[in-house]
C-alpha cells in the first residue's frame, strides 16, 4: 500500500527553523503535486505550500518568505524549510501527495499521519 511518512517535527522556540520531510513509498508508480497542510487545534485544515512534478510551488500568504517546499523526485521525498517561526505556525503539519500505484493505475490522494509542530519558549 502506499505510505506518506513524516519526520522532523518538533519544540522550537520562535524565531527557530525546523525543516520537515515526507517520504512516499510502497507501488508507486509517479508522483505528481506533493503539498503540505497544517492544522491547530480548534481550526480547520489549511493549505501551507505544495509542489508540482515540474518543481512549480505555491504558497500561503502567511507563510511566504519564511517557508520553503522542495522535492527530490529520485527520493519520492517532499520537505518543508520552515524559518522565522511564529507561535501562530504552531500546528500539526501532514503532507499529501497525488501519486499513481500499481494497486489502482489511477491518480489517487494520499496522506501521511501528521507531524507536530510547536514553536514556544
Known amino acids: 500500500q502506499v505510505q506518506l511518512v513524516e519526520s522532523g517535527g518538533g519544540l522550537v522556540q520562535p524565531g527557530g527553523s525546523l525543516r520537515l520531510s515526507c517520504a512516499a513509498s510502497g507501488g508507486i508508480v509517479s508522483i505528481h503535486d506533493m503539498a503540505w497542510y497544517r492544522q491547530a487545534p480548534g481550526k480547520q485544515r489549511d493549505l501551507v505550500a505544495s509542489?508540482?512534478?515540474?518543481?512549480?510551488?505555491n504558497y500561503a500568504d502567511s507563510v511566504k518568505g519564511r517557508f520553503t517546499i522542495s522535492r527530490d523526485n529520485a527520493k519520492k521525498t517532499v520537505y518543508l524549510q520552515m524559518n522565522s517561526l511564529k507561535p501562530e505556525d504552531t500546528a500539526v503539519y501532514s503532507c499529501?501527495?497525488?501519486?499513481?500505484?500499481?494497486?489502482?493505475?489511477?491518480?489517487?490522494?494520499?496522506w501521511g499521519q501528521g507531524t507536530q509542530v510547536t514553536v514556544s519558549s
Open positions: 499529501n501527495a497525488l501519486v499513481v500505484s500499481i494497486f489502482s493505475w489511477k491518480r489517487e490522494t494520499y
Open positions: 509542489i508540482t512534478s515540474s518543481g512549480s510551488t
